[in-house]
């Protein structure tokens, strides 16, 4: 079955636009889960969803939101782009979250802010 | 608190074994996982163990959990040129919601012919 699918890939914006993530979980999947991976942090929590709801954030500013519609598929948002948004952004499904699920992750969305 | 440790780099013959290792600091039950992250790309799953158990094989995969030393190997035996990556570790706590992940920072394998 389909993994984990991101998109887009790639892109490049500039500093103070806003950016779009979209992610796809593995069917079945409800729980959706997203990273921010750089050089200098390593790989952070973002923030997860289920059922559409919002359960566990990490510690990133308000500029970093998310959603997830009702058949699952999520996306995150980044407002007022910086040069330090400039990262990997990565997303995990798991069936329903619970710790012990096995977690797969996407191929990411290479994110470069100019 | 959470917070997981892993060495930076790993140079290895191909053929040989290789052993990749992981200290992890909460004292809560967890779960713990092992990835791979190749160049440009996302993060493989490899394997995860429950932090009662003491050692999980999975072909040339051997995981083994210290749970007094709070310390997790990897160990891939015959070690191929494929294996070449960046290997994490990471630790999520049962019973929290949201099945956050805590990495490391990630091993850089690099396996010489």
């Known amino acids: 079955k389909a993994g984990v699918t991101q998109t887009p890939r790639y892109l490049i914006k500039t500093r103070g636009q806003q950016v779009t993530l979209s992610c796809s979980p593995i069917s079945g999947h409800r729980s959706v889960s997203w990273y921010q991976q750089t050089p200098g942090q390593g790989l952070q929590f973002l923030f997860e969803y289920f059922s559409e709801t919002q359960r566990n954030k990490g510690n990133f500013p308000g500029r970093f939101s998310g959603r997830q519609f009702s058949n699952s598929r999520s996306e995150m948002n980044v407002s007022t782009l910086e040069l330090g948004d400039s990262a990997l952004y990565l997303c995990?499904?798991?069936?329903?979250?619970?710790?012990?699920?096995?977690?797969?992750f996407g191929e990411g969305s290479w994110l470069t802010v100019v | 608190g959470e917070d997981v440790e892993q060495s930076l780099f790993l140079s290895v013959r191909e053929g040989d074994s290789s052993v990749i290792n992981c200290t992890y600091t909460d004292s809560s039950s967890t779960y713990l996982y092992w990835y791979k992250q190749e160049p440009g790309a996302g993060l493989q799953l490899l394997t995860y163990i429950f932090s009662n158990m003491d050692m999980k094989q999975d072909q040339r995969l051997t995981v083994l959990l210290n749970k007094k030393d709070k310390h997790l190997s990897l160990r891939i035996a015959d070690t191929q040129t494929g294996d070449s990556a960046i290997y994490f570790c990471?630790?999520?706590?049962?019973?929290?919601?949201?099945?956050?992940?805590?990495f490391g920072g990630g091993t850089r394998v690099l396996v010489k012919p």
């Open positions: 995990a499904s798991s069936l329903d979250g619970a710790s012990g699920n096995t977690i797969y």
């Open positions: 990471a630790e999520s706590i049962k019973g929290a919601a949201g099945n956050k992940l805590t």
